[in-house]
């Protein structure tokens, strides 16, 4: 019995041994394991290094044919490696052009009616496929002519030269892995620890500024399933590994008695020291459901509105300073028809519905893209107030800051707007939200005519819808607002005029007409539109319906007629919930706090406080206005900037990249700066572009390069960061706007010569003896009558 006992209290402690070497076992094999890792992290990276910077591994080199933005062609010589296609000006003095990607490439042959072998390398997604920075760390590439940014044309002298560099690059895109795995068998890689640290260029820093959205056209190497897997891009130097291999070691002594668990988790914090913590140490604005909102019914019995005795004397009081085809901009109007918002406000109004863009902004095809975007247009229009009421006219530097949650898509939709301008009043606005992949500018002049009984707010101006990964832009006009029955009758308010909605990338329009009612029209003539939507002159479909209910569309070859949009109790209630800025955290100059005092006269039905209140603001602008104007100083506007060139309103802090899910994390917007919280800091590529013409919204800084220039802003959203670039689009537009300058005056001395010219060459013309055309008319008359005498004279002499 003593002896069981003995063998038993043996087997435990046997036991309990095996489990420590076990788990000391385990602990060592995880430290081998992680240094594994960082070992074969930092060979693949060597590896692409030495591939571009080894001058023996080339799969292809020669001189080919590439065109620019502006239709020319250039002749370059072009060295392929696996994964890149480096483009110099000359094969020997090595300028370096820019670097093509070919990882998120994709290859086709174009056909040409010149002489070679044409093909296209492009990025499917319209995306940049050039490398931030050069083979030696080059931050700008030689001069050249302006290189598309998405896609290059390329041209071979000949067929068969064409068909081999085809070949060639199919390799290079669809084997980068296994090409360098050759060559180094094959001996042509050089000894990578010798050079790699003096030439040592971030290549998966610029993989991701490149935006890999698809990995399934090439096979990935160990480092890059890794780093798609766990999103760990970091890349280690000797230094930086051997100071994690120290961390590791003292970790792995002093923590003998913690659990596996949290000591796997602090050498992971480790080995991704550079990657930025989450984002809850953002600051961003405080935003609020809203607590109440006014919807009006479809029809016409909403957009009545039944004048009292009372108000009646106040609106003849109002006729007496107008006459017929006045502008009302700088009429007092009576508080009694005020809406109790600022009409900033009211522009938000479009943006109920803005998830119909995230779903337009996924659709491949590009006829159902624009019938998605006249929906939401449409979709704007059903909001309105109980009876005839007009929004407050905004004070000069009002703005006004919301937003709206998209539960799909887990993304925000900003709202930002400024009164920038008061006489003429014109109001820009900013909407963004790059996670779902659009974008939307633009600025409103308001303009207001009285008729007699009638008057109209016209909105003149533009908005700009942009969907970020395809580079389209979509233009739209407003209808207008007419009002009737002021002096006699109902006081009614309509929509009318007709807006345009192009895309000139794709070809796609859109055309819809606001109806007034007519003069004997029934309930149903109440609201109504129609439109076509066109490809180039071709119409493809019909909409005709009532923008506050049901709008029918019709397809021209199916004939098949549907419902188009009808804002029914179901889907108002699955619209987008707004948010607005918490009231503490208002400005003064906000929208909600600056007509706080007007609101609540307005809600209490007290119409003279209202009056005074409005007085006050009013008031205060035209003293700031006279008191600016005496000292000769200029309103600066807060959020967004003036084109010199153009006229244009351009928001200052406008971020139109794509999103790149493995870099952008959260977009957040702080005293009106919109911004994106990124895990690491990458250079902003500006994507060359051609001017826009005055007439288009022109984006401020755009100018063509051979590659994409770097521009160092930092999307964290520090204030620091977003002063220095605010100072830096400042001084680009400057340098804009001197260049404009400059070429304007070359452009008046080419007139003025041109003028010199033509005034000389009428001076010589003047001076020269005038041609004898009727000299030598004379001379054959007086000889044609010599002949006849002499022939008469004949004839007589004969007979």
Not at 525 to 552: C, F, M, R
Not at 679 to 687: D, I, L
Not at 741 to 763: F, G, W
Request: glycine share 6%.
């Amino acid at each position: 019995m003593g002896h069981g006992s003995e063998s038993k209290l043996f087997n435990g402690s046997e036991k309990d041994i095996s489990l420590s070497s076990s788990k000391l076992t385990k602990k060592e094999s995880l430290k081998v394991q992680k240094k594994n890792y960082r070992e074969e992290k930092k060979r693949a990276t060597k590896e692409l290094l030495s591939t571009i910077t080894d001058p023996s591994v080339i799969v292809m080199a020669d001189w080919l044919k590439i065109r620019g933005t502006l239709k020319s062609w250039t002749k370059l010589w072009c060295v392929l490696k696996p994964g890149v296609l480096l483009i110099y000006k000359t094969p020997k003095n090595g300028q370096w052009v820019g670097t093509v990607l070919l990882n998120a490439c994709e290859l086709i042959e174009r056909p040409s009616k010149k002489d070679g072998f044409c093909f296209k390398l492009f990025h499917p997604l319209e995306q940049s496929i050039w490398a931030v920075k050069g083979p030696k760390g080059e931050a700008v590439g030689s001069i050249t002519q302006p290189l598309p940014s998405s896609y290059l044309i390329i041209r071979a002298a000949s067929e068969s030269d064409g068909r081999c560099w085809m070949d060639a690059l199919e390799l290079a895109l669809k084997c980068s892995s296994l090409l360098k795995r050759t060559m180094i068998r094959e001996g042509k890689e050089h000894d990578l620890n010798s050079s790699a640290d003096s030439t040592h260029v971030s290549l998966y820093g610029l993989l991701r500024a490149n935006n890999l959205h698809s990995g399934e056209n090439f096979p990935l190497n160990d480092s890059e399933i890794e780093r798609h897997q766990f999103k760990d891009p970091d890349m280690y130097s000797d230094k930086s590994d051997k100071e994690n291999d120290h961390d590791h070691d003292e970790s792995d002594n002093d923590g003998l008695g913690k659990s596996e668990e949290s000591d796997s988790d602090t050498s992971e914090r480790q080995d991704d020291s550079y990657v930025d913590p989450e984002p809850i140490d953002v600051k961003e604005t405080t935003y609020l459901e809203q607590s109440h909102e006014e919807l009006g019914e479809a029809g016409e019995a909403a957009q009545t509105e039944v004048v009292s005795e009372e108000n009646k004397s106040l609106i003849w009081t109002l006729l007496k300073q107008v006459r017929p085809g006045m502008d009302l901009s700088k009429v007092v109007l009576p508080t009694f028809i005020l809406e109790p918002r600022s009409f900033l406000d009211k522009l938000s109004d479009y943006y109920y519905h803005a998830d119909f863009l995230s779903e337009a902004a996924l659709e491949e095809n590009a006829y159902n893209r624009m019938k998605k975007v006249v929906k939401w247009y449409l979709s704007g229009f059903y909001k309105k107030p109980k009876g005839l009421k007009k929004p407050y006219n905004p004070i000069l530097g009002e703005t006004f800051r919301c937003m709206w949650i998209h539960p799909r898509t887990n993304s925000k939709t900003f709202y930002i707007a400024e009164q920038v301008s008061h006489h003429p009043p014109i109001s820009a606005f900013y909407v963004s939200n790059r996670k779902d992949g659009f974008c939307l500018s633009g600025s409103i002049l308001a303009k207001s005519k009285f008729y007699g009984n009638s008057l109209s707010a016209i909105l003149d101006g533009e908005g700009r819808l942009t969907f970020l990964n395809r580079g389209e832009d979509y233009v739209m006009t407003m209808p207008y607002a007419h009002c009737k029955g002021i002096l006699y009758g109902t006081m009614t308010l309509e929509l009318g005029g007709t807006v345009n909605i192009t895309c000139e990338k794709t070809g796609y329009s859109a055309t819809i007409e606001f109806k007034l009612k007519p003069f004997l029209g029934n309930n149903d003539s109440v609201n109504q539109i129609s439109g076509k939507i066109k490809l180039g002159k071709e119409v493809l479909a019909i909409l005709e319906g009532h923008w506050d209910s049901e709008v029918t569309i019709s397809d021209k070859k199916t004939d098949v007629s549907e419902t188009f949009w009808n804002p029914t109790s179901d889907i108002k209630q699955r619209r987008l919930l707004r948010y607005t800025v918490k009231f503490e955290e208002q400005g003064d100059f906000e929208s909600e706090k600056l007509w706080q005092q007007v609101t609540r006269a307005i809600n209490n039905k007290d119409q003279t406080e209202a009056t005074q209140e409005k007085y006050v603001l009013e008031e205060a602008q035209r003293k700031g206005a006279k008191e600016r104007k005496l000292k000769g100083e200029e309103w600066t506007c807060k959020l967004f900037d003036q084109d010199s060139v153009t006229g244009e309103w351009h928001y200052k802090y406008a971020d139109t990249r794509p999103w790149d899910p493995l870099n952008d994390m959260i977009q957040f917007e702080k005293d009106g700066a919109i911004q994106t919280k990124v895990r690491h800091r990458t250079p902003m590529v500006s994507v060359p572009k051609i001017k826009r013409k005055p007439a288009g919204q022109q984006k401020k800084g755009e100018c063509g390069f051979s590659s994409p220039e770097p521009d160092n802003q930092d999307s964290s959203g520090s204030e620091a960061q977003l002063l220095k670039h605010n100072t830096r689009i400042r001084k680009k537009g400057a340098d804009l706007g001197e260049l404009q300058s400059a070429i304007e005056s070359i452009k008046e001395t080419q007139e003025d010569i041109k003028r010199d010219i033509m005034a000389l060459r009428n001076r010589v013309i003047s001076n020269s003896p005038p041609v004898d055309s009727h000299f030598l008319q004379l001379k054959h008359c007086i000889l044609i009558l010599l002949m006849i005498l002499l022939q008469l004279v004949i004839n007589i002499l004969f007979k």
